[in-house]
């Protein structure tokens, strides 16, 4: 299926292996969405015309998902940040929590592992907003408790980049995951007579 639903999105799967300059293009709009042809080919190294072409066809595949504007929270008057842990008594996505969405502060909704059910991210005017939120929160059924962490400096905060660390360096002393796809190992086993001492009187 292309999409769920219920309108979450869904992994997808490519057309085809995003090559270098597919990541090039992306890391550019990334930064700035409204740049020409013109100057995205030249900042990624290419033609104008095979910019424009690269870029449908990212869209085509679902790699690019709209162009969409990226909001000063203080200019809207919502500087206040915080992630709410949900904890409920049963399946966390249910309609009625979900409909907490349509308050304009709830910026992202996910179902997590771990020590809580759903982990929201929201962005109000001040305190009192956010314990207004809470309350709703409260008020919806299968809600059992919140726990909520309030941003005091943000130090990054960015869309999702088209970079990726082909290799992480392990720390030495880490053991080494088992290679699923390696060969078993055959081992031998020996068996060794130990000599018997001999007492006399």
């Not at 080919?41 to 015309?49: D, F, K, M, Q, W």
Request: aromatic share 4%; with cysteine.
């Amino acid at each position: 299926m292309a999409q769920e639903t219920d309108d979450i999105r869904q992994a997808r799967v490519p057309e085809r292996e995003l090559d270098d300059a597919d990541r090039r293009l992306l890391g550019v709009l990334v930064d700035d969405a409204t740049v020409s042809y013109a100057e995205l080919g030249v900042r990624a190294g290419l033609s104008a015309p095979a910019a424009h072409e690269r870029v449908k066809r990212l869209r085509r595949s679902g790699a690019i998902r709209r162009t969409s504007a990226l909001i000063d929270p203080v200019a809207i008057r919502k500087p206040l940040l915080a992630f709410v842990h949900v904890d409920t008594s049963g399946w966390g996505k249910t309609p009625e929590l979900m409909a907490i969405s349509e308050h304009p502060e709830v910026e992202e909704i996910h179902s997590v592992a771990g020590d809580t059910c759903m982990l929201l991210k929201v962005r109000t005017e001040d305190t009192r907003a956010l314990e207004g939120l809470l309350s709703q929160l409260y008020e919806t059924p299968g809600v059992v408790s919140t726990r909520s962490y309030v941003v005091l400096s943000t130090y990054l905060e960015r869309p999702v980049q088209p970079g990726r660390t082909d290799e992480w360096h392990m720390a030495s002393h880490l053991a080494r995951p088992i290679d699923a796809t390696a060969a078993p190992r055959k081992f031998t086993s020996t068996k060794k007579r130990g000599r018997q001492g001999v007492m006399s009187n």
